[in-house]
């Protein structure tokens, strides 16, 4: 079996308002040691560019750069009330109007994932926990050809 994927455009609801698990103190924490690392780094490096370019790829780069602090509030992504308070933020490249990512081409790999982290309903179905969002990924099970050659005649695949 082949399985292909089907996909309802995504309308960034995820950007407009999303979760991280740190603070915007913990998050400048974190910047600030990966800043610290590559000063470091750069003393065993000859060639500093690509040493630079690769830092500036790492996610936490990314993510630190694009996301503005919206506050501290007790509920998830789909409104539920939560026992602790949990901090959103927004992403500075989301086109509110067009739903757009304006940095896709190097967006962090936590907006390339999202929603599908493996979390697959028996319905084969996946849908962003954001109840605004209409995106709607299916799985389609199809089936593939009978391999023939050589390799699976001489019993060496099977």
């Not at 560019?49 to 919206?70: C, G, S």
Request: hydrophobic share 30%; with cysteine; aromatic share 12%.
């Amino acid at each position: 079996m082949r399985e292909v994927i089907e996909i309802q455009r995504c309308k960034g609801h995820c950007c407009r308002a999303f979760t991280l698990g740190y603070t915007p103190e913990q998050l400048q924490s974190k910047f600030q040691e990966e800043i610290r690392q590559m000063r470091r780094a750069m003393k065993f490096y000859k060639d500093r560019r690509k040493l630079i370019k690769d830092y500036l790829d790492r996610d936490i780069y990314k993510v630190y750069h694009m996301v503005e602090y919206i506050g501290s509030f007790a509920f998830d992504v789909s409104g539920n009330l939560l026992r602790e308070e949990v901090q959103w933020y927004t992403c500075k490249h989301f086109n509110k109007e067009t739903g757009d990512c304006m940095n896709y081409e190097r967006r962090p790999e936590m907006c390339k994932g999202f929603p599908y982290w493996g979390h697959y309903s028996s319905d084969r179905m996946v849908s962003c926990p954001y109840r605004e969002c209409e995106m709607k990924v299916k799985i389609l099970e199809l089936e593939t050809p009978e391999i023939e050659g050589p390799a699976v005649k001489s019993g060496m695949l099977k």
